[in-house]
């Protein structure tokens, strides 16, 4: 499935998007009380957040931006969570203005500031605190965001006296307590944690006579980067059932999930061509035509991708060779990968990078006067 196309270019598979979707909302269907937002930082391609939007999740927004393309690609305002340690007036009062769903808070600093933001807009904002519930996530240093440690959230200690201040001010509500451990989780113990904090949490509220409508556990479902095609749709049910099982969830309360590579990771592919094949002294060098500014998670994260060489495997080549394949930007990070097995590559190929629908197009930058990659949309049935 490519297209003849100027590389380099991500290559979306519409269909496995719709798979991946049916398989949510399979998992959500029976709870009336559950609610799944998109994590629009993933890929905010506006055909993609339309094909969300039509499937009826909510949009979690980080940025004035985000909710400005979740408004124009059909996502209801009131299902939008605005997240993020460091909103901007703008910003705020955009979202007031809009009427967001809720405000995920980060600070009592931030409390203060939306609250006299909706105070002179006449307007109240509903806003839920963003607790650090110091769970440790299994995954990339750069990608944990729950720990005591990590720059989000409200202390739990903090957790009591700052909501009974937003209950002092009079332009902001309570409307409950939002969490998010970090990103590309695969062991679900991670996530039966946070349930056990929230447990806790919620608990700690009961004494205190507080109810917190809303219990939000975030993001952070992880997909195969090696093998993409033996699990092209993440474990939904593994995921979910972790948050039925552990959650005790008050009569009432509903319960968000904020899911954003899951959604999109596997339905994108970065194909690109191969300049050269650089015959090294150590070394065998695949040069692409496509580098960290079209995908950047490898040099940013160590990101892992799997690599094929499409146009070997449409001509059968059999024979393989180890290659490190690279972009053509001047920084020695621009790797994809190093020590590839590839099937005999030559100059002009087209290659896959897998699994790139999610951080990929949304993290493009023109460093070094580059062009942005551009999109094209395909779909594959089962
Ligand atoms: C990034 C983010 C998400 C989505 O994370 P994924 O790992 O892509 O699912 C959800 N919630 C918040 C607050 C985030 O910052």
């Known amino acids: 499935m490519t297209l003849d196309h100027p590389t380099p270019y991500y290559l979306y598979d519409t269909g496995l998007l719709q798979r991946t979707l049916a398989a949510i909302r399979a998992e959500v269907a029976d709870h009336d009380n559950y609610h799944v937002h998109y994590a629009i930082k993933a890929n905010a391609n506006p055909r993609i957040l339309r094909e969300i939007a039509a499937a009826g999740l909510g949009a979690d927004c ?12 059909g996502f209801a305002a009131a299902t939008i969570a605005f997240a993020g340690v460091g909103k901007a007036d703008w910003e705020i009062r955009r979202a007031l203005e809009a009427g967001i769903g809720m405000f995920n808070v980060e600070s009592i600093e931030e409390l203060e500031a939306i609250n006299d933001c909706a105070t002179s807009l006449k307007l109240r ?5 963003r607790i650090n519930p110091n769970v440790g996530a299994h995954t990339h240093d750069h990608i944990a965001t729950g720990r005591a440690e990590d720059k989000f959230g409200i202390d739990m200690e903090d957790m009591v006296p700052v909501i009974r201040s937003i209950q002092a001010m009079p332009a902001v509500e309570f409307t409950g307590l939002h969490f998010h451990i970090g990103s590309q ?44 095609d033996a699990h092209p749709v993440p474990n939904f049910a593994a995921y979910f059932s972790t948050f039925k099982q552990g959650l005790r969830l008050r009569p009432g309360q509903h319960l968000h999930f904020e899911l954003g590579r899951s959604v999109v990771a596997q339905m994108g592919t970065l194909v690109a061509r191969v300049l050269y094949v650089k015959h090294g002294k150590q070394k065998q060098f695949v040069i692409l035509d496509a580098g960290f500014t079209d995908l950047i998670r490898p040099a940013f994260y ?18 393989t060779e180890t290659y490190d394949v690279v972009g053509p930007i001047c920084e020695s990070s621009d790797v994809f990968q190093k020590d590839v097995l590839l099937r005999e ?29 551009a999109a094209y949309f395909a779909s594959s049935s089962c």
């Open 62 to 73: 980080v940025s004035g931006g985000e909710i400005e393309a979740a408004l124009n690609s």
């Open 125 to 129: 904002a509903r806003v839920s605190l």
């Open 185 to 228: 989780l695969l062991v679900m113990d991670d996530f039966a944690a946070l349930c056990r904090r929230i447990n806790e949490l919620q608990e700690q509220l009961d004494r205190e006579g507080i109810f917190a409508p809303n219990i939000n556990v975030g993001g952070g479902l992880g997909i195969d980067y090696d093998t993409p």
């Open 302 to 319: 160590g990101a892992h991708h799997a690599i094929e060489n499409l146009t070997a495997a449409e001509e059968q080549r059999t024979q």
């Open 345 to 373: 590559t030559r100059r002009g190929d087209l290659i896959a990078i897998r699994s790139a629908g999610a951080y990929g197009e949304a993290m493009a930058s023109t460093y070094n006067c580059r062009p942005l990659p």
